[in-house]
Structure formats: structure tokens, C-alpha cells
């Protein structure tokens, strides 16, 4: 009876830990000062062989267009959205019924950012995508970021 529920746990801790998998993609999240009061903010995504990150501009009807968020702060002034760059690759996809718009390897979303004033701060916020390869999709994921603007 002891073997038996000592081998029980054993494998569900293993079928647990092996049940988890990391996530295809990777983050790195910077800035860098263009100009005086001028910065780049900087979201880069790694993501792993076979799967691929959606673009903002991904077509209504389609998977879920990755959503740039950043929270509101007094200090700070935008300059238009958020910029792609990367390898964009546009197919027919016909699970959708749409021309989809995606990154595989890596992608940067860039962001140029006014400092109002001679202040230090962070912007703070969202990046929502969704990751897919040729067979499947994984579930929305929703990361945060706080970077110190330097």
C-alpha cells in the first residue's frame, strides 16, 4: 500500500511538472533617450520555433491582434501608437477566413515618448497577444511592463 501511493504521487508530481509548459515567448522590455526629453520605449518579443505573434493590424474576424496599453501618467506625451518592427508576414489563414498579420522569431513594438517636463519616471503598462502555430493557438496572455525611462 506504501509503494503504491509513493508511486501515485511520483507520478503526478511528474505529469504536473511536465504539464507546464513555458511560454514560446520571451520579453525584454527597454528605453533609450533620442533627444533631449525624447525617448524610445522598447517592447521585444522572442518567440520560439514553430509558433508566431500577431500584429496590431491583424483584420476584425481574425486571432487576436496583439494590444498595446500604456497607463496614464501626467509626465508623459506620446507620440502616435506604438510601431512595429520586424519580419511581417501576411497569409491567408483559413481557419479565420482572413489575411493575417504575423511576426515569428522576434518582433519590437516601439513607442517614441516626450518627457513634459525635466523629470525622472517609469511608463507603466499592457501588452495582450496571442501566439499560434500550424496547429493551434494558445489562450491570450496579458503581460505588464514598468520601465524607468534613463
Same mark, same amino acid.
Given at each position: 500500500?506504501?509503494?503504491?501511493?509513493?508511486?501515485? %504521487?511520483?507520478?503526478?508530481?511528474?505529469?504536473?511538472?511536465?504539464?507546464?509548459?513555458?511560454?514560446?515567448? $520571451?520579453?525584454?522590455? !527597454?528605453?533609450?533617450?533620442?533627444?533631449? $526629453?525624447?525617448?524610445?520605449?522598447?517592447?521585444? %518579443?522572442?518567440?520560439?520555433?514553430?509558433?508566431?505573434?500577431?500584429?496590431?493590424?491583424?483584420?476584425?474576424?481574425?486571432?487576436?491582434?496583439?494590444?498595446?496599453?500604456?497607463? %496614464?501618467?501626467?509626465?508623459?506625451?506620446?507620440?502616435?501608437? %506604438?510601431?512595429? /518592427?520586424? /519580419?511581417?508576414?501576411?497569409?491567408?489563414?483559413?481557419?479565420?477566413?482572413? +489575411?493575417?498579420?504575423?511576426? /515569428?522569431?522576434?518582433?519590437?513594438?516601439?513607442?517614441?515618448?516626450?518627457?513634459?517636463?525635466?523629470?525622472? !519616471?517609469?511608463?507603466?503598462?499592457?501588452?495582450?497577444?496571442?501566439?499560434?502555430? +500550424?496547429?493551434?493557438?494558445?489562450?491570450?496572455? !496579458? *503581460?505588464?511592463? +514598468?520601465?524607468?525611462? *534613463?
Amino acid at each position: 500500500m506504501k509503494k503504491t501511493l509513493i508511486a501515485a %504521487a511520483l507520478f503526478f508530481i511528474t505529469i504536473t511538472a511536465f504539464g507546464q509548459a513555458a511560454s514560446p515567448v $520571451k520579453w525584454a522590455f !527597454t528605453s533609450h533617450k533620442k533627444a533631449d $526629453k525624447v525617448y524610445e520605449v522598447v517592447l521585444s %518579443a522572442t518567440v520560439a520555433k514553430p509558433w508566431h505573434i500577431y500584429s496590431q493590424f491583424t483584420p476584425d474576424g481574425g486571432p487576436l491582434p496583439t494590444k498595446v496599453a500604456f497607463a %496614464a501618467n501626467p509626465l508623459l506625451a506620446m507620440n502616435g501608437g %506604438a510601431k512595429e /518592427s520586424g /519580419s511581417l508576414k501576411t497569409r491567408h489563414d483559413e481557419t479565420f477566413g482572413v +489575411d493575417v498579420k504575423y511576426f /515569428s522569431d522576434k518582433v519590437a513594438f516601439v513607442q517614441t515618448i516626450k518627457l513634459k517636463g525635466a523629470v525622472k !519616471t517609469n511608463i507603466r503598462g499592457t501588452i495582450e497577444y496571442m501566439v499560434c502555430n +500550424d496547429s493551434k493557438c494558445l489562450p491570450p496572455v !496579458t *503581460q505588464t511592463f +514598468d520601465i524607468k525611462l *534613463q
